[in-house]
Structure formats: structure tokens, C-alpha cells
């Protein structure tokens, strides 16, 4: 190897630019981008990616450390997923560590252990069939391990050692052309497919006849188009013919679904039917099984894989179709670090591979819909519900000067126990945890606030503990007033705690279960509800939006929504969005199957102007003036939009370098519309004041020109210990 190669690389670290390495002392393999490189950086060894390798000056090569090794013999990412990852980084103005090397799975991120044996699986090889009765007699545990093997047809390493079966026996097998070994491979989820045949799929419908024309026309080319039809109508079967068509071709599917949508009745479909071709990346796998999937992928082995975010990293040998579902959810934009959009970022992808994608939802988001008029975007239609199943009806209840009872009026109730005592099943939402979201004490007014943030702590009664649910802090909940001592405090408002135990009360022979982040922690919980509550039997869930997506409950043929209010009335320019998808989500998950469903929406504001709009006309008459309202005050997605954003515990000192940052790109950005500083929605929390600087451009170029050179800025400030500062470009949240 030339002594004047230097490696560009990528490091975990917070750091902006890549570092330069000369290549490991004794470079075998030869050094090309996308290799795993493990680097001196300081006093640690870090596992980096190598971005590039260049010719470097002698100059700059008499200081630079040599990189210790390469673990692989060839690179890990192709050149896709590097310029993927290359590209988002300045696009999100991230750091390359945060896109190239926390991209990939944890298990390939850290420093090489010892040798990690790759398990094994052993099978009976055809000759043992003819094996005469007798011929093992003398050894019986020979001939228990072979009979255990023809039983099994295949066993792993680990089911061996389960059935009692030593590793010497299996070899011994081996030796006498009785058994081989290969890698292991994973069986398919069984509990996934379940034990029936699958169903046959459905015949099209004509719309979705129609969709798939118009989707075929594309094979190929990159070509993007939106799939907009209510939960029901048979998106999905649309996903599964596309799929099947490009499997056909030889090609691999990508499929992204919300953090909490990977549902067990989503693996199963496409389960059902792909077969063992299907690999599933959710937050519920290990670390190495996470490896495995990604290697598998990655090696051509799995042909659909189906994801969360990150799941967009994976290499793809053969990509031939990406599928975004609910691309309106918000969890595809990665709300902490490196903040990218999985959605967007799927679009480049298919650009990038000249292949088509497919965003669907019920509710599309704004971008999406701008993206369609704007021709963008092809639009497609699916304009009923499969099967002939009927569009729930929606009623607003009023609430003004009622009494609520764990948040819910008495005519709410009245409707949840007439449906129960029809067989049914019902679902209640409402979007906070706990017990009650105040605590204060009626002689006094003292409420428990976090010491922390500008919010309240929230009381959970079960556990007795008054908990922020934005830094969590936590703390056991007084007996008393800490302000005046008297006991009248009062727990004020309800969540989900609250309304479970209400409604047992008032149902106490119907099961209620209870979905949030306290009850539903990984995927077997949620697989558990599934199969309680498909069952069809009588029964009540209470929960926050982790029901709202995805799920399919055929039997629940009335959804009540606690509390929508306060979306209404947000500052921020997307709640209207935001809250009118909600609504529908929430609704669409009743009166799926044969019977109709209701939806009961209780309210302050029973006139609202969206709300009208939404119930009358809705998702489409509600959304259109929206658009037209962004459009006309230049708001995203009619403009672009990012935010600086600074949090410390001084305010004044975050507000001002921000102030100061705001001059300078004032000056060089005279165009530029700055808003701020102002505080984040949350002005405090942590214990630190978030202050942000908003930046607006109609065009692109530019704002990314003055968010570099704010982050040139900002990286050439010193910042204290208990100060940070963020970039968001395409913020969810933000004024
Ligand atoms: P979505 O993804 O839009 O919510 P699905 O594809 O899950 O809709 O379809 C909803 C239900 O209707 C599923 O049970 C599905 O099997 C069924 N279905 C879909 N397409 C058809 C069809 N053409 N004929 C009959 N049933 C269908
Ligand atoms: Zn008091
Ligand atoms: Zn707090």
C-alpha cells in the first residue's frame, strides 16, 4: 500500500468533521470506504467507518496516527448507504458520527469481542434413512441423538443441548456421514404465523385494481406516489401485491412502519405471505439479532424487510421498492440527536436507486399533499372501506357544565355500557398517563409543579408517585399539603389510571385494559393485548396514541376520545394537523369488520371551526385549508424551516448568543426571515431554559447556507458543561 493514502473517518464523537487516519500498520485488507475501522481517538479506541480514502500531503501525514485495524475484510456499507448517510449528514447538519456510525446496529458498532461462535443447526443426512437398525446398537446415545434428528428435521446447537444431546455426539454423527452442520437459520416466527393456513388473499378491488396499475406502470424508475385511503380500505393489500410483483422480479422490499404500528397483525400478513423471505427490525429485538436481520438483509438472504426508522440504514443489495405506511406519523423523525425524517430520507433512497416509492396513510401529512398538487407526488385513491365494511359515524359531546367522572360524562358512560351489553368492544382514548395530570391542595392552592421544568408533576396512584413525565423526576406523593399542611389535596383531571379505574367501577364484570407506556413495554405486551381483545369477548381499552396506530381490533364498534381540546389551541402551527389526524386515526380503528362503529369526541368546543370542517367534509375538507393557510404565510411545506436552539441554565446567557448569532447571519443572510430568540414550547425543562432561533427561507439553498455557518458559529463557542445546543431542520414542533 502507497505510504500517502490517509483514511477519512467517521468517529462516534461529537465532532463535526470526519478525522484523518493513516491506514493500520500492517493494512490487510486494502483500505476503501465503507470499512469498519477501529481508531486511537484520545485515550479510547472507537469503532469508526472509513468515508473516504484520499491521497494526503506528506505534510499532514508526519501527524497523523495510524488506525489500529480493520475487523472486516471488506467494507460493511456499500457506496448507497454511505452517501445516504453522507448526504444526510448535511442535510440535518449532523455530525458524520451520528449518521454514518450510530446508523448501524448497535452489536457492529462496538469494539470486537473474542471470537463470537455463529451457532450452528445439524440434520440427519439422507444416507442415515438407510442405515440397517441394528448398525448403532452399541452406542444408544448415538442412535438417540440420530433418531432426534430425523424427528426434528433440523435442531440447532441449542435445541441439541436441550434434548440431552452432547456436542461429541453430534460430531461423532458427523464422522459417519450421518449428520452435517450449517449456520443456523432462524425459523419463522411461529407465533407470528399462527397455526391455521393463511387465507387466501382477497381479490383487488377495482381502486385498488387501480392503484396497482398505475404502480406497475412505474417498475424500475423513481417515481413517488402517495397512497391516501381510510384504515381499512385496503392499503396494505396494496403494499403485498406491489411487494409480490417485485419480489417476482427478483428485487427487495423495504417496508417502514411507525415506531409503535409493527403490530403483530402487520408481521403476520406479510409473514403469511412472504414466508421465511420476511426479516422484522423493531425496538423489541436484541443486539445480536438485530446484527443478524441487518447482515441478512444486507447479504440478500431476507427479500422484505420491514422496519422502524432506522431501518431506512440497511443495506439492500437488491432494492427494488420502498414502502413508507403512515407516512403522516411523526415517530419517522428522530426527535434527538441526529434528527432526520425517515420518510424524506426514503424518498432520496428511491431516487438515489432509481426505484419507486409508495408513502400511504389515511391522513397525509401537509408535505405529501403539497408534494401531489405540486405534481411531485402521483396521488392515489382508495376511496372505501375493503369488504364492504361501513365509515363509523362521529358525534361531538358536549361537556360544558358537566360533571366528569375519570374524564368521562355520564352520556359517554351510558354509550360505552349499552355497546358492551351488546357484545361489543370499546376503546377510550385520551392522551395522558397516570393518575391525574394536577395535584393541588384546596385550602391553600399549592400545586405540584417539577422543580425541574415548566410543567406539573403528574400523580400515579398505584404507585404512589408524583412523576415528571418530561425529565423524570419522581417522587412519592405527599400525604399532605407541603405548603400549609392540611390533607384536602385534590388530584385534579384525569389519564388513563384514572379512567381504567373509573370505568371498572362502573363495569366491573368486563375486562378493562389499560395501553400506555407504563402497562405496554415491548412487543410481547402488545402481542398479548392482541390476542386477548381479538378474541372478541366484551371488554374496554384505555389507552394513549399507542392505540391509535395500526391496530386492528375488528370487534370494537365505539371509540371514545376523552379530550381533544388541546390541540386546539396550541401555538404551534402544526396542532391542527396534528390533532385533525388524530381524531381520525382514533376513529378508524372502529366498526372495522361487519359492524358499523361510532365515534364520540367529547369537547369545550363543540364549534370549532375544524372540528366542523372535519366532521362534515372530513380528513380532506378539513386538511385543504390548512394548506392554503401555510401556503399563504410562507409556512412549511410551502417554505423551509429550521431552529437553533440552545438550552443552558442561564436564560440570558442562551438568549444571548443567540441574539448574537441572529446579528451575524443578519448580515450575511439580509433575505433570511429570523424569528426569535423565543423560548421552546417547553421554556425549562431539565433544569435548563430552551431558547431557539427560527429560521425561514421560501428556498432552500440559503437557509442551509446560514445554517452552516450558524453551526460553524456555534462550534467555535465555549460552551459550558450544562449548556448544549441543536440544529433541526424540518422541525415537527417549532412556532
Ligand atoms: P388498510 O391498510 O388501509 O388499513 P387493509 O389492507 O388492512 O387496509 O385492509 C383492511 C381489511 O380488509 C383487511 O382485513 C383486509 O384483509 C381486507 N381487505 C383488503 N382488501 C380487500 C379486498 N379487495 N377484498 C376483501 N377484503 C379486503
Ligand atoms: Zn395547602
Ligand atoms: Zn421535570
Keep these: 500500500m502507497p505510504d500517502d493514502l490517509i483514511l477519512r473517518v467517521a468517529v462516534p464523537a461529537p465532532l463535526r468533521q470526519t478525522l484523518d487516519y493513516l491506514p493500520p500498520p500492517d493494512a490487510t485488507p486494502a483500505a476503501a470506504a465503507g470499512m469498519r475501522v477501529l481508531v486511537p481517538l484520545g485515550k479510547r479506541r472507537v469503532m469508526g467507518v472509513v468515508v473516504e480514502v484520499v491521497s494526503g500531503s506528506a505534510l499532514s501525514g508526519g501527524k497523523l496516527k495510524h488506525a489500529i485495524a480493520f475487523p472486516d475484510p471488506e467494507?460493511?456499507?456499500?457506496?448507497?448507504?454511505?452517501?445516504?448517510?453522507?448526504?444526510?449528514?448535511?442535510?440535518?447538519?449532523?455530525?458524520?458520527?451520528?449518521?454514518?456510525?450510530?446508523?448501524?446496529?448497535?452489536?457492529?458498532?462496538?469494539?470486537?469481542?473474542?471470537?463470537?461462535?455463529?451457532?450452528?443447526?445439524?440434520?440427519?443426512?439422507?444416507?442415515?434413512?438407510?442405515?440397517?437398525?441394528?448398525?448403532?446398537?452399541?452406542?444408544?446415545?448415538?442412535?438417540?441423538?440420530l433418531a432426534f434428528l430425523r424427528e426434528q428435521g433440523t435442531a440447532s446447537d441449542a435445541a441439541c443441548r436441550l434434548a440431552g444431546i452432547q456436542p461429541a455426539h453430534l460430531r461423532s454423527l458427523q464422522a459417519r456421514g450421518l449428520a452435517f452442520s450449517e449456520p443456523f437459520v432462524e425459523p419463522v416466527d411461529k407465533s407470528a404465523v399462527g397455526f391455521e393456513t393463511p387465507p387466501a388473499p382477497p381479490r383487488p378491488s377495482p381502486a385498488q385494481e387501480a392503484a396497482l396499475q398505475a404502480l406497475s406502470g412505474t417498475?424500475?424508475?423513481?417515481?413517488?406516489?402517495?397512497?391516501?385511503?381510510?384504515?381499512?380500505?385496503?392499503?396494505?393489500?396494496?403494499?403485498?401485491?406491489?411487494?409480490?410483483?417485485?419480489?417476482?422480479e427478483g428485487k427487495q422490499a423495504l417496508v417502514l412502519v411507525p415506531e409503535i404500528g409493527l403490530t403483530p397483525q402487520t408481521r403476520q400478513r406479510f409473514v403469511q405471505r412472504f414466508g421465511s423471505k420476511v426479516g422484522v427490525l423493531h425496538s423489541g429485538l436484541g443486539d445480536r439479532e438485530r446484527e443478524r436481520t441487518w447482515r441478512q438483509a444486507a447479504t440478500g438472504q431476507l427479500r422484505v424487510l420491514i422496519g422502524t426508522r432506522s431501518a431506512l440504514f440497511t443495506p439492500m443489495p437488491d432494492l427494488g421498492v420502498i414502502v413508507v405506511d403512515e407516512e403522516h406519523d411523526s415517530s419517522f423523525k428522530q426527535q434527538e440527536g441526529f434528527r432526520y425524517s425517515a420518510r424524506d430520507l426514503a424518498v432520496y433512497r428511491a431516487r438515489q436507486r432509481n426505484i419507486p416509492v409508495l408513502l400511504g396513510s389515511a391522513t397525509p401529512s401537509t408535505e405529501s399533499l403539497a408534494n401531489c398538487r405540486s405534481g411531485r407526488f402521483r396521488h392515489l385513491e382508495l376511496p372505501e372501506r375493503a369488504g364492504g365494511a361501513s365509515a363509523p359515524s362521529t358525534r361531538m359531546l358536549d361537556i360544558r357544565g358537566q360533571t366528569l367522572d375519570g374524564g368521562l360524562c355520564a352520556e359517554a358512560i351510558d354509550a360505552i355500557g349499552s355497546q358492551l351489553g351488546a357484545g361489543n368492544q370499546v376503546l377510550v382514548f385520551l392522551n395522558r398517563r397516570g393518575w391525574a395530570p394536577v395535584l393541588s391542595c384546596s385550602d391553600c392552592g399549592w400545586m405540584a409543579d417539577c422543580h425541574h421544568c415548566d410543567a406539573r408533576?403528574?400523580?400515579?396512584?398505584?404507585?404512589?408517585?408524583?412523576?415528571?413525565?418530561?425529565?423524570?423526576?419522581?417522587?412519592?406523593?405527599?400525604?399532605?399539603?407541603?405548603?400549609?399542611?392540611?390533607?384536602?389535596?385534590?388530584?385534579?383531571?384525569?389519564?388513563?389510571?384514572?379512567?381504567?379505574?373509573?370505568?371498572?367501577?362502573?363495569?366491573?364484570?368486563?375486562?378493562?385494559?389499560?395501553?400506555?407506556?407504563?402497562?405496554?413495554?415491548?412487543?410481547?405486551?402488545?402481542?398479548?393485548?392482541?390476542?386477548?381483545?381479538?378474541?372478541?369477548?366484551?371488554?374496554?381499552?384505555?389507552?394513549?396514541?399507542?392505540?391509535?396506530?395500526?391496530?386492528?381490533?375488528?370487534?370494537?364498534?365505539?371509540?371514545?376520545?376523552?379530550?381533544?381540546?388541546?390541540?386546539?389551541?396550541?401555538?404551534?402551527?402544526?396542532?391542527?394537523?396534528?390533532?385533525?389526524q388524530l381524531l381520525v386515526q382514533v376513529g378508524g380503528r372502529a366498526g372495522r369488520a361487519e359492524r358499523p362503529g361510532e365515534v364520540i369526541v367529547q369537547t369545550l368546543h363543540p364549534k370549532h371551526p375544524w372540528m366542523e370542517r372535519l366532521l362534515q367534509g372530513g380528513y380532506r375538507a378539513f386538511i385543504d385549508p390548512i394548506l392554503a393557510e401555510r401556503e399563504s404565510r410562507g409556512?412549511?411545506?410551502?417554505?423551509h424551516m429550521a431552529v437553533l436552539r440552545v438550552e443552558s441554565p442561564s436564560e440570558r446567557s442562551a438568549t444571548e448568543l443567540l441574539d448574537s448569532l441572529k446579528r451575524q447571519l443578519r448580515k450575511s443572510f439580509p433575505d433570511l426571515e429570523l424569528t426569535g430568540p423565543v423560548p421552546a414550547q417547553m421554556a425549562r425543562r431539565a433544569g435548563r431554559y430552551r431558547?431557539?432561533?427560527?429560521?425561514?427561507?421560501?428556498?432552500?439553498?440559503?437557509?442551509?447556507?446560514?445554517?452552516?455557518?450558524?453551526?460553524?458559529?456555534?462550534?467555535?463557542h465555549r460552551f459550558s458543561a450544562q449548556e448544549r445546543w441543536q440544529v433541526d431542520v424540518d422541525p415537527l414542533e417549532g412556532g
Excluded at 449528514?89 to 455530525?95: E, K, V
Excluded at 448501524?104 to 434413512?129: D, F, M, Y
Excluded at 409556512?635 to 417554505?639: A, H, R
Excluded at 431558547?691 to 442551509?704: S, V
Design 457 to 580: 408533576l403528574t400523580l400515579h396512584r398505584a404507585r404512589n408517585l408524583l412523576w415528571c413525565h418530561h425529565c423524570d423526576t419522581r417522587m412519592p406523593a405527599p400525604a399532605s399539603c407541603p405548603g400549609c399542611h392540611s390533607a384536602r389535596l385534590l388530584a385534579l383531571g384525569a389519564g388513563t389510571e384514572r379512567t381504567e379505574h373509573t370505568l371498572q367501577r362502573h363495569f366491573p364484570s368486563f375486562p378493562v385494559r389499560r395501553i400506555d407506556r407504563g402497562t405496554m413495554q415491548g412487543i410481547a405486551a402488545m402481542d398479548r393485548l392482541y390476542e386477548d381483545t381479538v378474541s372478541g369477548e366484551p371488554c374496554i381499552l384505555v389507552g394513549t396514541q399507542m392505540l391509535a396506530k395500526g391496530h386492528h381490533f375488528p370487534a370494537v364498534t365505539l371509540a371514545v376520545i376523552v379530550d381533544l381540546d388541546g390541540g386546539l389551541f396550541s401555538a404551534d402551527y402544526r396542532a391542527a394537523e396534528r390533532t385533525g
Design 219 to 248: 417498475s424500475g424508475g423513481f417515481c413517488c406516489s402517495l397512497l391516501e385511503g381510510v384504515t381499512g380500505s385496503g392499503k396494505t393489500e396494496v403494499y403485498l401485491r406491489l411487494i409480490e410483483g417485485v419480489l417476482a
Design 75 to 145: 467494507p460493511l456499507l456499500p457506496p448507497d448507504i454511505l452517501d445516504l448517510c453522507l448526504f444526510a449528514a448535511r442535510y440535518y447538519h449532523a455530525m458524520p458520527g451520528e449518521a454514518v456510525v450510530n446508523t448501524l446496529p448497535t452489536a457492529l458498532r462496538s469494539l470486537p469481542k473474542a471470537v463470537i461462535r455463529t451457532p450452528r443447526q445439524w440434520c440427519a443426512t439422507p444416507e442415515s434413512g438407510a442405515l440397517p437398525a441394528s448398525a448403532l446398537s452399541r452406542s444408544p446415545r448415538l442412535a438417540a441423538a
Design 635 to 639: 409556512l412549511p411545506p410551502f417554505g
Design 691 to 716: 431558547i431557539q432561533l427560527l429560521l425561514r427561507d421560501a428556498r432552500r439553498a440559503p437557509l442551509h447556507a446560514a445554517l452552516e455557518q450558524a453551526c460553524r458559529l456555534l462550534d467555535a
